[in-house]
Every structure is written in structure tokens, then in C-alpha cells.
């Protein structure tokens, strides 16, 4: 059975960084694709960035462009969200996913586990 989890959410200052974390279990980690979602309070849950199989492309949504970095460690089964330069806007439960296959995807229905969530909190 598949498992993401991830962490490294918190309260953060605008203008500062973050690292969130995600890891997952019970699939042959470097096979699949994975991405970064987040859903703000009273909005739809939207990509943020994805990253294939092998880690050598990359996507990520207008709004988090030069502020984010998605990347992966296939030997710890990890993908992370590096996120600088945070804004009140970044507020949301982040999520990461699994994708359907080793590719890079930015819709949600290309994807087929999720994680429970981690909420990051970007204050003034």
C-alpha cells in the first residue's frame, strides 16, 4: 500500500524560506513522477510543481516561478518543496502526490495517492 507523508510546514515569516518534505512508501519511488499541490482557505486545491521519474524536468505553476524548487532524492524516496521568498499568498495545506506514471504532470487527475497535508502559514 502506497504511503506519502509529508512535513515541514509551519509559521514563517514573509520573505522567508522553507523546506517541506515528503516521503513515500510502498512503490518503487523512482518510477513515478511526484508533485506539489496547495489549497488556500475557500479555494480549489491547484498545482504547484512536478517533477518526473528521474528528476531532469521540472514544472511549476506562474505563481511560484524563481521562488520554488521541487527535487527529489530517489535513494531516500523523498521529494521536496524548497519555497523562498514566501508571500501571504503561500498560505495553504500543501500536498504531495504520486503521479500515474514516471512523467512530469500538472493536473490533478494524473496523480493517484496523496499525502494527509501540511499546512504552511505565511505571516506579515
Known amino acids: 500500500q502506497v504511503q506519502l507523508v509529508e512535513s515541514g510546514g509551519r509559521l514563517v515569516q514573509a520573505g522567508g524560506s522553507l523546506r517541506l518534505s515528503c516521503i513515500v512508501s510502498g512503490r518503487t519511488f523512482s518510477n513515478y513522477g511526484m508533485g506539489w499541490f496547495r489549497q488556500a482557505p475557500g479555494k480549489e486545491r491547484v498545482s504547484v510543481a512536478s517533477?518526473?521519474?528521474?528528476?531532469?524536468?521540472?514544472y511549476y505553476a506562474d505563481s511560484v516561478k524563481g521562488r520554488f524548487t521541487i527535487s527529489r532524492d530517489n535513494a531516500k524516496n523523498t521529494v521536496y518543496l524548497e519555497m523562498n521568498s514566501l508571500k501571504l499568498e503561500d498560505t495553504a495545506v500543501y500536498y504531495c502526490?504520486?503521479?500515474?506514471?514516471?512523467?512530469?504532470?500538472?493536473?490533478?487527475?494524473?496523480?493517484?495517492?496523496w499525502g494527509q497535508g501540511t499546512q504552511v502559514t505565511v505571516s506579515s
Open positions: 502526490a504520486l503521479g500515474v506514471g514516471g512523467g512530469t504532470y500538472s493536473r490533478q487527475y494524473s496523480y493517484v495517492a
Open positions: 517533477i518526473n521519474g528521474n528528476g531532469d524536468s521540472t
